[in-house]
């Protein structure tokens, strides 16, 4: 009886595992939510090593809670070392913790390490807080905003979240930051806002500058394609 021939063209079939079942890398496993808040809690152990800033803290954690597989988690926690290596140099301590503007302005963009609260002053004058590149050990942070005919801005990582106390009397109070997913263990700032006849803020990159950031994304776009 002759043998059947093998179909010309075809490539021979893959050998098949035990089972039957088709082998899947390790990376594409798909995550599961203790392994997100496993990489949450990296992430925050390398804030307070001083290898994050605030706003790369948040970044980071925000898109580990929408992280689909294995290999999503690692590529966001690739740049740290392992647990237990030695702890880089955190940055120095944000000596300067009170902000005033009396009749002026007041600019002040936090790069050192903040482990107490913050406080801006404005009377008939404008502060700008801008909190993205300080570094936060515990990934929150408090600020006690005043401001008397004045405004006071405090710009904020995309994703924390942010808790507001305090009173206006002839004056305003506003969030203006994106919410982040529901469940998410997001950094936290806290403002305690006091606002008589002023304007007290809090906004986050998105709108802070909403046409720099458009043109941004636009550009990366473009390069993607």
């Given at each position: 009886m002759s043998q059947p021939t093998p179909?010309?063209?075809?490539?021979?079939?893959?050998?098949?595992?035990p089972?039957?079942?088709?082998?899947?890398?390790?990376?594409?496993?798909?995550?599961?939510?203790?392994?997100?808040?496993?990489?949450?809690?990296?992430?925050?152990?390398?804030?307070?090593?001083?290898?994050?800033?605030f706003e790369e803290l948040t970044e980071r954690s925000e898109a580990a809670y929408v992280a689909v597989t294995r290999g999503d988690l690692e590529r966001i926690i690739a740049d740290l070392p392992a647990l237990g290596a030695p702890g880089a140099q955190p940055a120095p301590a944000q000596v300067r913790r009170r902000f005033s503007a009396i009749m002026g302005d007041c600019k002040e963009r936090i790069s050192g390490r903040v482990d107490q609260e913050l406080e801006a002053l404005s009377v008939m004058g404008d502060v700008v807080l801008d909190l993205r590149d300080a570094?936060?050990?515990?990934?929150?942070?408090?600020?006690?905003?005043?401001?008397?005919?004045?405004?006071?801005k405090i710009i904020v990582p995309d994703g924390v979240a942010v808790e507001l106390?305090?009173?206006?009397?002839?004056?305003?109070?506003?969030?203006?930051?994106?919410?982040?997913?529901?469940g998410a263990r997001a950094p936290v700032v806290r403002v305690r806002a006091h606002a008589v006849m002023g304007d007290?803020?809090?906004?986050?990159?998105?709108?802070?500058?909403?046409?720099?950031?458009?043109?941004?994304?636009?550009?990366?776009?473009r390069k993607d394609r």
């Amino acid at each position: 009886m002759s043998q059947p021939t093998p179909q010309q063209g075809r490539p021979p079939s893959p050998a098949q595992p035990p089972g039957g079942r088709s082998h899947t890398p390790a990376e594409s496993v798909r995550a599961s939510d203790a392994e997100r808040e496993a990489v949450v809690e990296r992430l925050r152990i390398a804030s307070v090593e001083g290898r994050l800033t605030f706003e790369e803290l948040t970044e980071r954690s925000e898109a580990a809670y929408v992280a689909v597989t294995r290999g999503d988690l690692e590529r966001i926690i690739a740049d740290l070392p392992a647990l237990g290596a030695p702890g880089a140099q955190p940055a120095p301590a944000q000596v300067r913790r009170r902000f005033s503007a009396i009749m002026g302005d007041c600019k002040e963009r936090i790069s050192g390490r903040v482990d107490q609260e913050l406080e801006a002053l404005s009377v008939m004058g404008d502060v700008v807080l801008d909190l993205r590149d300080a570094q936060v050990p515990t990934g929150e942070v408090t600020v006690v905003a005043t401001a008397v005919m004045g405004d006071v801005k405090i710009i904020v990582p995309d994703g924390v979240a942010v808790e507001l106390t305090g009173y206006a009397v002839l004056g305003d109070r506003r969030v203006l930051v994106r919410e982040g997913a529901a469940g998410a263990r997001a950094p936290v700032v806290r403002v305690r806002a006091h606002a008589v006849m002023g304007d007290i803020k809090i906004v986050d990159d998105e709108h802070h500058a909403p046409v720099r950031r458009a043109i941004v994304s636009w550009w990366d776009e473009r390069k993607d394609r």
